[in-house]
């Protein structure tokens, strides 16, 4: 009962503070989704160029082989499918890595991806969100690539040669890869988008 007679002010005012930021959440949602949307439809647009609108195909659906909701999105120009976007996520140096991939409207050839969380190792593992790492997969095949060491990285194919002294960064951004494309592609397949 003590705790109660001392304590009063502070139930009341945690009771009246967790209202009003209900009430604030509760009124600011719809801009805060509208912001939300927006920079989501600009990462897309950053990678489909050509995209006039994107169009969620697979929202939130857990896919075989890789265990984690994934989003896919369709960019759209004119009617014409301009590509897939879809999230990929996979495990990194020191955290997890994700990333934005998108591949052209038949599913046979990468045009980038874009990092969206990484914690790699400054200097070297978060080399994996520069071009010169990049523009190795703009038009490499979308099928299984292979991490090299040594190579020439303006070759684009299916070989993509590591960042010096990041070979684990490298090689968790190509495993990530080689786990997302032919499971959201089968995927699309299954579910008549592509052939």
Do not use: H
């Amino acid at each position: 009962m003590l705790f109660i007679r001392e304590s009063w002010l502070l139930i009341v005012a945690s009771l009246c503070f967790g209202i009003l930021l209900a009430g604030v959440n509760y009124a600011l949602k719809p801009k805060i989704d509208a912001n939300a949307s927006s920079k989501q439809n600009e990462a897309l647009k950053e990678l489909l160029i050509n995209a006039q609108s994107f169009e969620a195909v697979v929202k939130d659906q857990t896919v075989e082989n890789i265990g984690a909701p994934v989003t896919v999105y369709k960019g759209v120009n004119n009617g014409q499918c301009e590509g897939w976007v879809f999230g990929a996520t996979g495990p990194g140096y020191a955290d997890r890595i994700d990333l934005l991939i998108a591949v052209d409207a038949k599913f046979e050839k990468i045009i980038g991806y874009n990092v969206l969380f990484s914690n790699e190792t400054v200097g070297f593992g978060d080399k994996i969100k520069n071009s010169f790492f990049k523009d190795q997969f703009v038009g490499a095949p979308a099928a299984k690539l292979e991490l090299f060491k040594m190579g020439d990285d303006k070759v684009i194919n299916a070989e993509i040669i590591a960042i010096s002294g990041a070979t684990v960064s490298s090689n968790a951004a190509v495993e990530i890869f080689n786990q997302y494309l032919p499971n959201i592609k089968a995927l699309l397949i299954q579910k008549g988008m592509i052939q």
